[in-house]
């Protein structure tokens, strides 16, 4: 029955990594909520989208509330969104970039995971899967912003891990290598060649490799494993 089915909730899917995900489990037997601040891309019948700016709380809050509504509970939280801008060094980086930057990538972040968390509590089960970045363990110049707010998501995830341990909810990282989308394909290949190669898998991911990840971490039987980051293509 279609109330059986377990609910994911993922944010920005109107692109990219979002939108693989979104699409990869909402054809597997997943109820997906998604959200982003552009108009849904995908059209599927276990798909809902939302138009939700995460760095707003307001905003946040009245999705989630909306989502509790509709679907009386919510399994799976990936919380995707995030702005990834063009390289540049810190001397140049202005606060027009550093502030939304930051809004969204950890302000909003954090939004997402305690207000959904909230309604993972009183169920006292649940996954909550935060993605982070191969740009943090590669300590590139051009990426301070974007690798500080990265290293953000971890250590919140890491002691959300604790603070939601005893509640039957689980928090952990993933941090996907390469992944071929338009904005990592405007950074040129000669920047995307030296990237690659300071991995130890020195390839592109799949998106199939990216939602087995998720399905590890979501499984039942994962229920130990909270905490943890997942490095794929391991930063060499």
């Not at 590890?216 to 130990?224: K, R």
């Amino acid at each position: 029955m279609e109330n059986e089915l377990p609910v994911m909730v993922v944010t920005g899917t109107s692109k990219g990594i979002g939108l693989g995900i979104a699409e990869h489990f909402a054809l597997r037997g997943y109820r997906v909520a998604g959200c982003s601040r552009s108009p849904a891309s995908l059209d599927l019948e276990n798909y809902n989208h939302a138009l939700v700016d995460v760095g707003d709380e307001k905003q946040v809050r009245e999705w989630v509330r909306s989502i509790k509504r509709s679907y009386g509970r919510i399994d799976v939280l990936v919380c995707n969104a995030g702005l990834a801008p063009a390289a540049m060094l810190m001397l140049e980086t202005s606060s027009e970039i550093l502030e939304p930057l930051l809004r969204t990538n950890i302000a909003g972040n954090y939004y997402v995971c305690r207000e959904i968390a909230k309604v993972m509590l009183l169920q006292r089960s649940g996954r909550i899967i935060t993605v982070s970045s191969m740009a943090v363990a590669l300590h590139e110049e051009g990426t301070s912003a974007y690798s500080a707010s990265k290293s953000a998501v971890v250590e919140m995830t890491k002691i959300m891990a604790k603070e939601l341990a005893a509640f039957g909810i689980t928090c952990n990282v993933m941090a996907p290598s390469m992944f071929m989308t338009d904005a990592v394909d405007a950074l040129g290949k000669e920047v995307v060649a030296r990237a690659l190669d300071k991995l130890t898998i020195k390839r592109t991911l799949t998106m199939n490799e990216i939602c087995s990840v998720i399905t590890f971490l979501s499984a039942p039987e994962s229920g130990c494993i909270t905490g943890q980051v997942i490095h794929m293509g391991l930063v060499s």
